[in-house]
């Protein structure tokens, strides 16, 4: 970009601005790149808007290079929408700063976001030589002072901020920055990629579903070759007397993640009951190691009451559909389920926010407590994968 200062004080005698192609101030959807080929020189600065330059190689060699980029934001969960946005930056510059929210600032947003230093590590490990990471400590950031700096890149809902710190870099007798507006890359169900989705357990850092429509409609059967794996404790395993369940149950709430409770297995919904606790959601089938119970969970205790129908060794429709259901109820909710709920966790895990806490009894050694991770995702989704489906 050239800057032309003059000695007049409006802002059309003070820059002269390029005009890149696929980016505009206004782009249609649908609109080929070359019919948009206008920017929008106002008191806030030149604004364009683009889908994304990855997706018009050409275009970068139309344009004069920027010098040095600003782009501000959390990055939780590095996806696939961050890279699109950083990518776009160095086609654009030179050089491009990334401030992270710091830990202070990020606190307010959610209870499981990554720190500050996971944040900034995952960039690192992703980014080229002319990118560099530094630490946001307010909205603005140092971007309405900054002289060494010429653009500015952002998402639709960040775009406001950007209009303000030009207005006031005007004040301050600055050149305004060079607004770049990136669309939003989108999933594979047509929604935004973001930190919020996947930490709502939705997608993956790629856009991918962990589970889709199709998927759920399937009934999968357990094979003797999955027997090992599914046996093993997955999660943090917590030891007690077999006759005093709470023992280990309580160690387990002591170590819990900022997530809500679901208990898995009758012998765990009815100790937390015993302890005052209602958890969340509870699964429950009546049964303890193939025994059914004589003295069942006091169901009572629970605001909502859903059934599902999943015989012994199968993960089912009306599983998936239960749990989801219950995911998305404010309200405690207990799942009484017809045959088995052993293989549940699975499902909870696929579907499950980031952060939710689900315990299970191991039998004869105690409870284990596992926190929905995208890890625990991956290995739900790849078990699932392993499993039977049949018609």
């Known amino acids: 970009m050239d800057y032309v200062v003059g000695n007049g004080s409006s802002l059309d005698e003070r820059m002269r601005v390029r005009q890149p192609t696929g980016c505009t101030d206004a782009l249609t959807l649908g609109q080929a790149p070359e019919e948009t080929m206008t920017g929008a020189v106002t008191g806030r600065g030149t604004h364009f808007?683009?889908?994304?330059?990855?997706?018009?190689?050409?275009?970068?060699?139309?344009?004069?290079?920027?010098?040095?980029?600003?782009?501000?934001?959390?990055?939780?969960?590095?996806?696939?929408?961050?890279?699109?946005?950083?990518?776009?930056?160095?086609?654009?510059?030179?050089?491009?700063e990334v401030w992270i929210t710091n830990d202070e600032m990020s606190a307010a947003k959610s209870p499981v976001l990554q720190s500050f230093e996971d944040r900034r590590e995952a960039i690192i490990a992703w980014a080229d030589e002319r990118i560099t990471t530094h630490e946001l400590e307010d909205s603005l950031g140092p971007a309405p002072n900054r002289k060494d700096c010429d653009s500015i890149i952002c998402t639709p809902e960040t775009l406001g901020n950007c209009q303000t710190i030009n207005e006031i870099r005007l004040k301050n007798g600055l050149i305004p920055l060079e607004i770049i507006e990136v669309q939003h890359s989108l999933d594979e169900a047509g929604g935004i990629i973001s930190s919020s989705r996947i930490r709502a357990g939705l997608i993956d850092c790629e856009g991918k579903l962990w589970v889709d429509d199709e998927q759920k409609k399937q009934t999968?059967?357990?094979?003797?070759?999955?027997?090992?794996?599914?046996?093993?404790?997955?999660?943090?395993?917590?030891t007690g007397p077999e006759d005093s369940p709470e023992v280990a149950m309580t160690s387990a709430m002591e170590n819990l993640a900022p997530g809500s409770i679901i208990a898995v297995g009758d012998v765990c919904a009815a100790t937390l009951l015993d302890m005052d606790v209602v958890a969340d959601i509870a699964i429950v089938d009546g049964m303890t190691k193939r025994v059914e119970l004589e003295q069942k969970v006091d169901l009572s205790r629970f605001d909502v009451i859903l059934n599902a129908n999943n015989p012994p060794g199968q993960i089912t429709p009306s599983l998936f559909q239960a749990v989801s259901n219950a995911l998305h109820n404010?309200?405690?909710?207990?799942?009484e389920v017809e045959g088995e709920e052993d293989l549940a966790p699975i499902v909870i895990h696929l579907l499950a926010p980031i952060g939710t806490n689900v315990v299970y009894g191991q039998p004869n050694k105690g409870v284990v407590l596992r926190v929905t991770t995208l890890e625990s995702k991956e290995q739900c989704r790849s078990l699932l994968s392993k499993f039977e489906v049949r018609s």
């Not at 404010?330 to 799942?335: A, F, S």
């Open 49 to 96: 808007s683009c889908d994304s330059l990855n997706s018009h190689p050409k275009l970068v060699t139309d344009m004069a290079k920027l010098e040095r980029c600003l782009v501000g934001g959390t990055f939780d969960r590095f996806h696939q929408g961050h890279k699109s946005l950083l990518n776009t930056a160095l086609e654009v510059a030179e050089f491009v």
């Open 220 to 238: 999968y059967h357990f094979h003797r070759g999955l027997d090992e794996e599914l046996k093993k404790p997955n999660g943090d395993l917590f």
């Open 330 to 335: 404010d309200q405690t909710t207990c799942i």
